[in-house]
């Protein structure tokens, strides 16, 4: 059930370039998009939380509140930033890689704070998830543009993607569940991003063009449900195995992209998306055993 939590979450995110596209012909930012994803995102969030178990809602400890700067401002709102910034000086494929050089990160934070060994297996997946991506992307097929900065910042986005499984695995491991995680998440990181938007031009924006109902659906599908799916997941599993299981979420973006877009496929793009999906397989495989 853990790896189907992660692969929902995985599934997902992948969503968020089809919503993407539609937010940014009418006219909004990357980072208005992250401040109404964060509004709705907390808003739902306490709804659910308070109707379920209020006492959810409550910190064992106030010193607790640094796990929650970790994934709401250090993880989701650097991460965010830092890929968007990587896209605008490489290019999407580019990006895309870098961002998922998370796992590699993961893996490498989970054996120095949690103790987890290095194994052969381990070492293969990443090897297949990494390589899946950079396949899945496309970059080997021509158009990748570098940058030193655009690396540098694309790696940090990566960096930043990673530190949620750490931070929502000590968070865990406080004894705080995946609505209390998710909630304080969103809470923290909408509070810095209204920093740097005007919200009250955002909301004006959205409701003179009726646009609601896009930006309710962009919060649920790409938010809530894969922070709340991921987190959950988290507590039956090893960090480093939820976040290369998570990798499913290129292939989807690249399956939509196809399918809808009409993007382009080629042989290395199944390759890539075989060789993620399998990856999935040995990791899942490897637990049991």
């Given amino acids: 059930m853990s790896y189907i939590l992660v692969l929902i979450a995985g599934v997902s995110w992948g969503l ?7 937010i940014d012909a009418l006219g909004f930012t990357e980072m208005q ?18 109707f379920k178990d209020k006492s959810q809602l409550k910190l064992k400890n106030w010193k607790d509140i640094r796990y929650f700067i970790g994934t709401g401002v250090v993880s989701f709102a650097f991460f965010s930033w830092a890929y968007m910034k990587a896209v605008n000086l490489t290019s999407l494929g580019v990006a895309a890689v870098l961002l998922y050089t998370a796992p590699t990160f993961v893996m490498l934070f989970s054996i120095l704070l949690f103790g987890e060994r290095m194994t052969k297996t381990k070492g293969i997946v990443l090897l297949m998830t990494f390589t899946g991506c950079i396949l899945v992307t496309g970059i080997l097929e021509g ?8 690396i540098v910042i694309g790696l940090a986005a990566g960096v930043g993607y990673a530190l949620y ?30 920093f ?31 922070y709340l799916a991921y987190t959950k997941g988290l507590s039956g599993l090893p960090a480093s195995k939820a976040s290369v299981t998570a ?10 992209g196809i399918v809808v877009f009409h993007e382009s496929v080629s042989m290395l ?21």
């Avoid at 998710?182 to 209204?194: E, P, Q």
């Fill in 247 to 256: 990798t499913i979420e290129p292939v989807v973006a690249a399956v939509l």
């Fill in 165 to 194: 499984s750490i931070f929502g695995t000590y968070a865990i491991r406080g004894g705080y569940g995946s609505l209390t995680i998710s909630f304080y998440t969103f809470l923290l990181a909408t509070i810095v991003i209204s």
């Fill in 143 to 150: 158009g990748a543009a570098f940058t030193w900065q655009g």
């Fill in 196 to 226: 740097l938007v005007e919200p009250a031009a955002v909301v004006s924006q959205i409701t003179v063009m009726g646009q609601w109902p896009l930006a309710i659906s962009f919060a649920l599908l790409t938010t809530v449900v894969p």
């Fill in 16 to 22: 968020i370039g089809v919503f993407t596209k539609a």
């Fill in 33 to 50: 998009m992250l401040f109404v994803k964060g509004v709705l995102a907390t808003a739902v969030l306490f709804l659910i939380t308070f």
């Fill in 269 to 289: 793009k199944i390759t890539g998306i075989v060789l993620v999906l399998s990856s999935v397989v040995v990791m899942s495989r490897a637990e049991q055993k």
